[in-house]
C-alpha cells in the first residue's frame, strides 16, 4: 500500500467521498460546496486539513483526514475504506498514518467525533483497539444523541501501530 497526500482531484477520490457524504447523511448530492471550507464535510480543502489516499496498483484503497485544532491539538475528520477493500488492513494503515503524522506534528492528543448508529460499530472497536478512549465533545463539537468522541493521548500511547493486525474497517465513517 502506498500512502499519499491528496489534492481531492482525482475521480477515484471524488467518488469515494460522495459514497462517504452519502453514507453519514448527507441528505443531498455531494458537489464542489462539500469540499470548500464552508462545505458540508467540514471544508476538506481548508489549510488546516491534510487528505492522504491509499492506493494499490492504482486503486484507492482509502482515504484519512487530519485536522490540526486550534488548541494544537488533533483531529481525525474523516476515514472511508471503499466496501470492495474492507477486511484488508487499510484503516489500520490510514489509522496508523494519522496517528504517526499527529505524532510528527507535536500533537499531544487526537480525538475524533463518530456515530452511535450500529453501522459504525466496527469504526469504534478499530478506535479503542487502538487506544481510543470515550470523551466528551471538544473543538466546536456538541453533544447529540447519535454522536459518539473518542481520543487517544498521544504522550501516553505507545509507537507506531503494528505493522498488520486488525482487518477490520471502519463502516461509513
Sequence with gaps: MEVEQDDLSRPQ?????AEHHDG????????DDDLSMDGGMDGLRDPDQTVWSVWRDGHLLGLGTL???PD????IESMRTPVEHRGQGVAT???RKLLDEARERGYGRV????????A???ARRLYARHGFVECGPFADWEADA????????LAHASGSLPESGASAEPAPE
Excluded at 480525538?111 to 450500529?118: A, G, I, N, V
Design 13 to 17: 477520490v471524488r467518488r469515494l467521498l
Design 24 to 31: 453519514v447523511g448527507g441528505g443531498r448530492p455531494f458537489d
Design 67 to 69: 485536522k490540526e485544532l
Design 72 to 75: 494544537g491539538n488533533g483531529e
Design 93 to 95: 494503515f490510514v489509522l
Design 111 to 118: 480525538s475524533l467525533q463518530t456515530s452511535t448508529k450500529p
Design 120 to 122: 459504525f460499530e466496527t
Design 146 to 153: 447519535t454522536s459518539m468522541f473518542m481520543t487517544i493521548d
